[in-house]
T-cell receptor, first 114, second 111 residues
Framework: AQSVTQLGSHVSVSEGALVLLRCNYS??????LFWYVQYPNQGLQLLLK??????LVKGINGFEAEFKKSETSFHLTKPSAHMSDAAEYFC????????????FGDGTTLTVKP | DAGVIQSPRHEVTEMGQEVTLRCKPI?????LFWYRQTMMRGLELLIY????????DSGMPEDRFSAKMPNASFSTLKIQPSEPRDSAVYFC?????????FGPGTRLTVL
């Protein structure tokens, strides 16, 4: 079975500061890893995904994540936060044979202070 | 291209009534997922289909919940009878290559 742990249910940063949202996963087979973002009153949107190609993955809106197998981590970063980044972020893991079923983390709410 | 379409967007009903939520996945996607999201329980997977066949319904909370996918372009989630604790946002998502694409959700309120 796969699992995901997102460290910190709430993260607050100042506008222009580095954003770091942490995700650790557990999987007995090579995983596919995802970050999704959910803005208020909307569904989740795919930010980026890791599918065993490059370990540094770039996504939309300036976000990127690095797959570190030795640390079983897939942390999400953005060099400079913008007010529009305020949202809830979900890390998810799936494996090749799961017909697309993903296990989601509990989410991290990002607040950006002016 | 149209994304995942859900209807209705909002539903207010009284306890005991039947509720049917509808979903049209993205054309060409072969997996479909129904989720429920609440403040207390977060995002929960209720059931998912692959090639129109239910694969895992272990997340369906009770027999009051049922889901169907009669063809590749349509799915329903039915609650009968509804209860106040079913109040939540229900999302449908579809997938082709393991990336999931979510609809806008149906906000259900059961009075």
């Amino acid at each position: 079975a796969q699992s995901v742990t997102q460290l910190g249910s709430h993260v607050s940063v100042s506008e222009g500061a580095l954003v770091l949202l942490r995700c650790n996963y557990s999987s007995s087979v090579p995983p596919y890893l995802f970050w999704y973002v959910q803005y208020p009153n909307q569904g989740l949107q795919l930010l980026l995904k890791y599918t065993s190609a490059a370990t540094l993955v770039k996504g939309i809106n300036g976000f990127e994540a690095e797959f570190k197998k030795s640390e079983t981590s897939f942390h999400l970063t953005k060099p400079s936060a913008h007010m529009s980044d305020a949202a809830e972020y979900f890390c998810a893991v799936t494996i090749l044979t799961n017909a697309g079923k993903s296990t989601f983390g509990d989410g991290t709410t990002l607040t950006v202070k002016p | 291209d149209a994304g995942v379409i859900q209807s209705p967007r909002h539903e207010v009903t009284e306890m005991g009534q039947e509720v049917t939520l509808r979903c049209k996945p993205i054309s060409g996607h072969n997996s479909l997922f129904w989720y429920r999201q609440t403040m207390m329980r977060g995002l929960e997977l209720l059931i998912y289909f692959n090639n129109n066949v239910p694969i895992d319904d272990s997340g369906m909370p009770e027999d009051r919940f049922s889901a169907k996918m009669p063809n590749a372009s349509f799915s329903t989630l039915k609650i009968q009878p509804s209860e106040p604790r079913d109040s939540a946002v229900y999302f449908c998502a579809s997938s082709r290559d393991r990336s999931q694409f979510f609809g806008p959700g149906t906000r259900l309120t059961v009075l």
